[in-house]
């Protein structure tokens, strides 16, 4: 799910030789919150990417890529 987020990001925003990252994921999702752990995943990874990348996205752009 890291990989598919960062593909999605830099590829939708022209970012030819992305930055590396160092990802701990820890968390807890409460049951009935609307949104599954892979989902959560999906777009935390994506935030991540953006923001080591300095890319410019707006928060519709991004939910349209999360849902690809």
Do not use: D, K
């Not at 049951?31 to 990874?45: D, E, I, K, N």
């Not at 990417?49 to 890319?55: D, H, I, L, Q, Y």
Request: aromatic share 2%; net charge positive.
């Amino acid at each position: 799910h890291v990989y598919t987020a960062l593909q999605g990001v830099t590829q939708e925003a022209g970012v030819s030789s992305p930055r590396g990252l160092q990802v701990l994921v820890s968390g807890l999702i409460p049951p009935s919150a609307g949104l599954s752990s892979s989902s959560a995943l999906v777009v935390s990874a994506a935030l991540a990417t953006v923001w080591a990348n300095r890319v410019s996205i707006t928060r519709e752009q991004l939910a349209s890529l999360c849902a690809r």
